[in-house]
């Protein structure tokens, strides 16, 4: 589908100008087509989806110097969209208002932190996030499509048809293969768990870089050495049309970051009745209901997801409410139609000033 609205009558730009699939470009092709709805909004990226209104960013200086409310609103997402408006705006003369949302839990760079104070508003993912910020943000926590997400009625169907094991628990750690990621805590705690728990199952699935295939080479060695091959799978990652699906397929789901921004996957794998075990970074420990959706602990505490995938693998009435209360959770509190109104908001206020 291409842009049906008009340039000249768009009011808020989203840029994702990274060609290589990120976050970012997952928050932009979730959302804009969404708030489309609603507002006249258009990405800026070098290639989205069809489904996605886009502007080519080449046709970034053609814009005329007004939106059809004034200023237009200008969303970044990273320094460099950030950069990016300024120019437009500075430079280029276009009446813009800069938005940016922060999902990093870290202290920014000098340089940041100034790109960040010529912004008109801000927008942290997490009170976390909003914690490293020297300024005034509002908080608007992460989305998801729960129509898409949802628990499906067959598992053993599904996994057949996705050419996985059928019986017993499916346990999943996705995203991209990295130590930042903490695969090798997967890897381990799956390693300890299955020696108790003969029917169990995990795939790991994500990409590695190239400066990253030794260490999931690493990874496939100790599952080898373990005798675990055929237990512990290991896939690249799939098109995101066929990421909810793999997600429906797991009864549980662990992600052991040892640091990360914000983190949708265990809000990906809870939509679909998954619950979660995870470490204490990025907006987990306000995403997960600790004993209730799943558990949260410290980083590198590869022993305790062991314990912990056990102890919910070893009682499965648990498992079931779990199950259920992850999906509620997200119904009630992560509706991708919440965060898109929200964000809604920001930009009506921003056209209205």
């Known amino acids: 589908m291409t842009q049906l609205t008009p340039a000249r009558d768009i009011d808020v730009i989203a840029p994702s100008f990274k060609r290589r699939h990120s976050g970012v470009t997952s928050t932009v092709i979730r959302l804009v087509p969404l708030q489309a709805k609603d507002i006249a909004i258009t990405a800026c990226a070098p290639e989205l989806p069809p489904e996605v209104p886009n502007l080519a960013p080449g046709k970034l200086l053609g814009l005329p110097r007004n939106g059809p409310?004034?200023?237009?609103?200008?969303?970044?997402?990273?320094?460099?969209?950030?950069?990016?408006?300024?120019?437009?705006?500075?430079?280029?003369?276009k009446r813009l208002k800069l938005l940016f949302t922060s999902a990093a839990q870290r202290r920014h760079t000098g340089f940041t932190r100034w790109l960040i104070r010529q912004m008109d508003a801000v927008i942290a993912t997490s009170a976390k996030s909003a914690s490293y910020l020297e300024r005034e943000a509002t908080v608007i926590r992460h989305g998801i499509d729960c129509d898409l997400f949802q628990p499906v009625d067959d598992r053993a169907a599904l996994r057949q048809e996705l050419d996985l094991p059928h019986d017993g628990p499916l346990i999943g750690c996705f995203g991209r293969i990295r130590h930042q990621k903490g695969n090798d805590l997967f890897i381990a705690a799956m390693i300890e768990v299955f020696g108790k728990h003969?029917?169990?199952?995990?795939?790991?699935?994500?990409?590695?870089?190239?400066?990253?295939?030794?260490?999931?080479?690493?990874?496939?060695?100790?599952?080898?050495?373990?005798?675990?091959?055929?237990?512990?799978?290991?896939?690249?990652?799939?098109?995101?049309?066929?990421?909810?699906?793999?997600?429906?397929?797991?009864?549980?789901?662990?992600?052991?970051?040892?640091?990360?921004?914000?983190?949708?996957?265990?809000?990906?794998?809870?939509?679909?009745?998954?619950?979660?075990?995870?470490?204490?970074?990025?907006a987990f420990e306000e995403l997960i209901v600790e004993g209730e959706t799943g558990h949260l602990l410290e980083i590198e505490d590869g022993a305790g997801i062991a314990e912990q995938v056990a102890r919910i693998l070893s009682d499965p009435a648990a498992l079931k409410a779990m199950s259920k209360a992850a999906r509620e959770n997200v119904l009630r509190r992560f509706r991708i139609e919440q965060e898109a109104a929200s964000i809604i908001a920001i930009y009506r206020k921003l056209l209205a000033a």
């Open 69 to 93: 409310s004034g200023a237009r609103v200008w969303h970044a997402r990273r320094n460099v969209e950030m950069v990016a408006g300024l120019a437009l705006k500075y430079l280029a003369g």
């Open 198 to 282: 003969p029917d169990a199952k995990a795939l790991m699935m994500g990409r590695a870089t190239p400066e990253h295939q030794a260490f999931l080479q690493k990874l496939k060695e100790d599952v080898a050495d373990a005798g675990l091959s055929d237990r512990i799978l290991f896939r690249d990652e799939v098109p995101i049309a066929d990421l909810a699906r793999h997600f429906q397929a797991l009864d549980l789901y662990v992600a052991p970051q040892r640091w990360e921004g914000f983190g949708l996957t265990p809000l990906e794998a809870m939509a679909c009745g998954a619950p979660v075990v995870a470490t204490k970074v990025g």
